[in-house]
């Protein structure tokens, strides 16, 4: 074999294998090995405790913001209360009451961002008598001011004819005030039952009833004109029997349309038009409304055919029509129908800003603009009251023209009030009389 090179230290003296310098240069290695393992294993475990605090801290939950709930106002316990009242009310009077399912209705509530909740309904009402349905509505025990009942609507019900009635509810649990429709009325007319022995009047036979005796020497003079002519023949035949100057507006396109002009002309009434127009809400519009958006041929021909549904009529005023009124250009072709004819023009004032009166005047027609409705609140008391506020009208001017409706309480509250008028001074006259 050959003999192993020894290593030489720098002074030529060489070094014995497994020296203590080699020993020591071995010793660093090993130490540097360590040192690597060690920090190692510290980086870990430092490291993976420090990311796992990092996860639990990220595992915590987040703090939740807190859910907004909106408002709602849910009318519907309260209106369904009010429905039952309503059907209580009129099986007490004997009507029959049919209703259907209620459906649920729901709004954006703009003044909180909620919600509006309430339900609505049909109730087919059949009658046994003669029902005051404003009357009836407003003894509904808490309801003051808050439910109202629409003037009647010609509508059918499975094809048979029958009065509607919308039912409102207003309120006002914020600074808006909400109305919501929260019944429909169908209202069949009553079927009267001669008594035994007796014949049955024909339906268009006018009823025995005292003519017309004006007492003329009062110092001022008041015309009621009575609205909605042709939708109740019994409440017609109580102003007939007055035996008074009054003027009946008939509407056309009613049930007793063609009776209530008949009876009337019969009775001594002054006979009128009652002309159905266009209103601001757009809501609960009779058949053959005038419309602002048609045009003049069509208001003209509109306007024709209703007045030949009531011949005899001597002069027109509007049923609604609080948008209608206030449109020069839709009321321009129906006056100028009035003045061809000439008849005179009753502005029934359902509108501070309605020219039709104003508008007539330029034209060179008769005019005059109703003063008071009476019976806009329906019961006696209130109706005997106004008719004293009309009378104190007439004395202080002169003379007052004010509107009622074929209405029982109206009817019976005039029938009571006229001795009273008169003996103060006030002499019932025709509509006729005090346009100008």
Request: aromatic residues 6%; neutral net charge.
């Amino acid at each position: 074999m050959a003999q192993q090179r020894k290593r030489r230290r720098p002074d030529g003296r060489s070094h014995p294998k497994g020296s203590f310098t080699q020993r020591r240069r071995g010793f660093s290695l090993w130490g540097i090995l360590l040192f690597i393992v060690v920090a190692c294993g510290a980086w870990w475990y430092f490291g993976m405790h420090d990311s796992n605090q990092v996860g639990e801290e990220k595992a915590k939950p987040l703090p939740q913001k807190p859910k907004v709930t909106q408002s709602i106002a849910d009318y519907r316990p309260a209106i369904d209360n009010l429905a039952t009242r309503l059907v209580a009310k009129l099986e007490a009077e004997g009507a029959k009451v049919e209703g259907e399912t209620p459906v649920k209705k729901e709004v954006k509530w703009e003044e909180t961002g909620g919600r509006i909740r309430w339900s609505a309904r049909n109730l087919i009402v059949t009658p046994r008598r003669s029902l005051d349905l404003p009357q009836l509505i407003e003894a509904l025990p808490d309801t003051a001011g808050k439910v109202t009942l629409s003037e009647a609507h010609q509508d059918t019900w499975h094809e048979d004819a029958v009065e509607r009635y919308e039912v409102t509810l207003k309120d006002r649990p914020k600074q808006d005030e909400i109305t919501m429709i929260i019944a429909h009325l169908y209202v069949y007319p009553v079927k009267e039952t001669p008594a035994a022995g007796t014949a049955k009047q024909p339906a268009d036979a006018p009823p025995k009833t005292p003519k017309v005796t004006p007492r003329a020497g009062g110092t001022a003079k008041l015309a009621i004109l009575i609205d909605d002519a042709g939708t109740d023949l019994e409440s017609q035949a109580v102003y007939a029997s007055i035996g008074r100057p009054f003027s009946l507006a008939v509407m056309p396109n009613m049930a007793h349309t063609g009776a209530a002009a008949a009876q009337a002309a019969e009775q001594g009434f002054e006979i009128m038009l009652h002309l159905p127009m266009e209103s601001v809400s757009g809501s609960g519009m009779e058949a053959g409304t005038l419309l602002t958006t048609m045009s003049a041929a069509d208001l003209a021909g509109r306007t024709e055919a209703a007045l030949a549904q009531v011949p005899g009529a001597v002069g027109v005023n509007n049923h609604q029509g609080s948008k209608f009124t206030a449109t020069r250009g839709a009321m321009l072709p129906v006056l100028q129908i009035l003045r061809d004819r000439g008849l005179f023009y009753v502005d029934s004032a359902t509108s501070a800003d309605s020219i039709g009166s104003s508008l007539a005047g330029e034209m060179g027609i008769a005019t005059r603009r109703n003063e008071l409705f009476i019976d806009n609140d329906s019961s006696i008391a209130a109706i005997c009251e106004r008719l004293r506020q009309a009378a104190a009208m007439a004395q202080r001017d002169g003379s007052a023209l004010v509107i009622g409706h074929c209405r029982p309480n109206t009817a019976e509250a005039v029938r009571q009030m006229v001795p009273e008028l008169e003996a103060h001074g006030i002499e019932l006259v025709y509509v006729s009389q005090l346009v100008g």
